[in-house]
C-alpha cells in the first residue's frame, strides 16, 4: 500500500501549493492591499486610508490615525507608562505570550496597543488615544489600560478634552481578571474623573470594536461617533446567532444599525473627523461657558475665551 500512501501524500502537496497564503513579510513588502479590488497602498494613505470605490475605511496604525487627524507634524506623541509585569500569569497556549507580545511590539513599533498624542483641533487643545489593531487585536491589557488612564490625567491637568478613537477585539484573556479590572473598572473611574471636571469625552468607534471596550470607556462618552460601516457590539454576530439559533439582519451590529437604534450620535467619513470633532467641541465648550455665565455674570465670549486659553 505504500504506492497509495505516496499518491496521497503528492496529492496534499498540491494541495497546500494552491492553498498557499503570501506571508505577512509578502504583504508587507507588496505595493497593493486586497479590498473590493487591488489598490496601491499609496492611493489608499492618499486617501486616507479610505477605499475611494466601496468606501471601507481600512485600519489604521496609532501614528497614521494622528496623522490622518491632526495632519501630519502637527501633535506630540506623549511616553505613556508600560507596565514592568505585562505577564504576571506567565500564559502560555500554542506560543507563549511573552512571545506574541515580543512580536506584536517588533511588528507595529508601539510599545502596546494604544498610543496618546495631543494637538489642535479647531484651535481646541486635546488629548487623543487610538488603538492598532495590529497589535494583538487591539486588546486591552495593563499597558493599554495606563495609557488611557494617563491620557485622562493628561487632559485633567492641562484642562483638555479627550477624544478616544476605539476599536479593539476586547480586554486580553491571556492576563484574564487583571485586564478586566485594568481595562474595564480602571478606566471607567478614571473617565468620570474627567468628567467631575465638565472636560468634554468624545469616543470615535473604528472598525471593529468589541467586547469590553465597547462594555466600558467606549461607552461612556459625552457624544459617541463611529466611522462610516464600522461595526461594533460586545458578542459576536456568531456567537449571538449561535446562541439564539436565530439569523440576524445583514447590518446587525453596523453603523447604520447602531444610528438608527440611538446608541450613535452620528455616523461619520474619516475625512470630515477632525471638522465635526472641532465644532462638537466648541458647542460643548461653549455650553459650559453659558453655564459659569449665569453665575458669574460675564460674557459667553470671555468665558470661552478663557477656557480656551486656560
Ligand atoms: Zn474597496
Redesign the pocket.
Known amino acids: 500500500m505504500n504506492w497509495l500512501k505516496k499518491t496521497l501524500d503528492f496529492g496534499q502537496k498540491i494541495k497546500r501549493f494552491l492553498k498557499k497564503r503570501p506571508s505577512r513579510q509578502d504583504i508587507e513588502n507588496s505595493d497593493w492591499v486586497s479590498?473590493?479590488?487591488p489598490?496601491l497602498k499609496k492611493d489608499l494613505e492618499n486617501n486616507l486610508f479610505v477605499?475611494a470605490?466601496?468606501n471601507?475605511h481600512h485600519r489604521m496604525s496609532c501614528v497614521q490615525r494622528f496623522d490622518t487627524f491632526f495632519g501630519k507634524g502637527n501633535y506630540q506623541i506623549l511616553n505613556t507608562p508600560i507596565s514592568n509585569n505585562e505577564d504576571p500569569l506567565l500564559w502560555k497556549d500554542k506560543v507563549a505570550y511573552s512571545e506574541k507580545l515580543k512580536a506584536a511590539k517588533k511588528n507595529t513599533k508601539q510599545d502596546c496597543a494604544i498610543m496618546v498624542a495631543t494637538g489642535k483641533i479647531n484651535d481646541i487643545e486635546v488629548v487623543v488615544a487610538s488603538a492598532n489593531m495590529a497589535f494583538l487585536g487591539a486588546s486591552v491589557s495593563i499597558s493599554e489600560a495606563e495609557a488611557l488612564v494617563y491620557a485622562v490625567q493628561h487632559a485633567i491637568d492641562n484642562n483638555k478634552s479627550f477624544i478616544n478613537f476605539c476599536s479593539g477585539g476586547g480586554m486580553r484573556m491571556m492576563t484574564s481578571t487583571i485586564a478586566l479590572n485594568a481595562g474595564m473598572v480602571k478606566t471607567t473611574l478614571a473617565i468620570n474623573e474627567l468628567k467631575k471636571k465638565k472636560l468634554p469625552y468624545i469616543v470615535c468607534l473604528a472598525d471593529p470594536c468589541f467586547g469590553g471596550i465597547l462594555a466600558s470607556y467606549a461607552s461612556t462618552a459625552d457624544i459617541t461617533l463611529a466611522e462610516e460601516n464600522c461595526f461594533a457590539g460586545f458578542a459576536g454576530r456568531k456567537v449571538i446567532e449561535g446562541t439564539l439559533n436565530e439569523q440576524l439582519p445583514l447590518n446587525f451590529q453596523s453603523a447604520s444599525h447602531l444610528l438608527s437604534c440611538g446608541f450613535l450620535d452620528a455616523e461619520v467619513h474619516r475625512k470630515d473627523l477632525p471638522e465635526k470633532i472641532g465644532l462638537i467641541l466648541s458647542i460643548l465648550l461653549k455650553k459650559q461657558s453659558n453655564v459659569k455665565m449665569e453665575d458669574s455674570g460675564q460674557t459667553s465670549e470671555n468665558n470661552i475665551k478663557t477656557r480656551e486659553a486656560s
Open positions: 479590498c473590493c479590488g489598490i477605499c470605490k466601496c471601507k
